[in-house]
C-alpha cells in the first residue's frame, strides 16, 4: 500500500511486534511503502515478510531475554530505534464472556508492556544525541 510519498520515513527505524500477520503485517507493510527500516519481530519468523522488512527477529515479547536481545540486535545493526509498533497480542484459550459466570481478566497483560517500555528506555543512551523531542 503506497501513499504517494505523504509521509517520508527515510531514515526511520520502526520496531512492529506480533509483524508477521495480520495487522501488524498491514503496518509493517505500510512503514516500508513510506520507506522505513522495518524490523519485524515475532513468535514465528518466514521468509515471506523480508518483502517488507530489513531485518526479522524471533521474539517472544512475554520473555525479558528475547526482548532485551531482540533491542540489542536492532541496535548494533542500525544504531537507532525511532518508532515501536506495539502490536503483537496474547492468545487466551477460552472465551471472553464465560457462561459460568467465572472472572475473567480481559485487560492486557501489563507485564509484557513494561518489558518492552523498559528495554526501549534503556537501549536510548545507547546512542548519544537520539530519544530527544523533534529530533
Known amino acids: 500500500m503506497s501513499t504517494s510519498g505523504w509521509l517520508d520515513l527515510g531514515k526511520k527505524v520502526v520496531i512492529v511486534t506480533g509483524g508477521m500477520s495480520g495487522i501488524g503485517a498491514q503496518i509493517a507493510k505500510t512503514l516500508h511503502?513510506?520507506?522505513?527500516?522495518?524490523?519485524?519481530?515475532?513468535?514465528?519468523i518466514n521468509e515471506e515478510a523480508k518483502s517488507y522488512a530489513s531485518l526479522?527477529?524471533?521474539?517472544?515479547?512475554?520473555?525479558?531475554?528475547?526482548?532485551?536481545?531482540?533491542?540489542?540486535?536492532?541496535?548494533?545493526?542500525?544504531?537507532?530505534?525511532?518508532?515501536l509498533v506495539n502490536n503483537a497480542g496474547v492468545n487466551r484459550p477460552r472465551l471472553l464472556v464465560d457462561y459460568y459466570k467465572r472472572t475473567i481478566n480481559t485487560r492486557p497483560?501489563?507485564?509484557?508492556?513494561?518489558?518492552?517500555?523498559?528495554s526501549i528506555k534503556r537501549a536510548v543512551p545507547l546512542h548519544p544525541g537520539r530519544g530527544k523531542a523533534n529530533d
Open 33 to 44: 511503502a513510506n520507506n522505513a527500516t522495518v524490523v519485524v519481530c515475532d513468535l514465528d
Open 56 to 83: 526479522l527477529i524471533k521474539c517472544n515479547i512475554a520473555n525479558k531475554a528475547d526482548v532485551d536481545a531482540m533491542i540489542r540486535t536492532v541496535i548494533d545493526e542500525y544504531h537507532q530505534i525511532d518508532a
Open 109 to 118: 497483560p501489563r507485564r509484557i508492556l513494561i518489558l518492552l517500555s523498559t
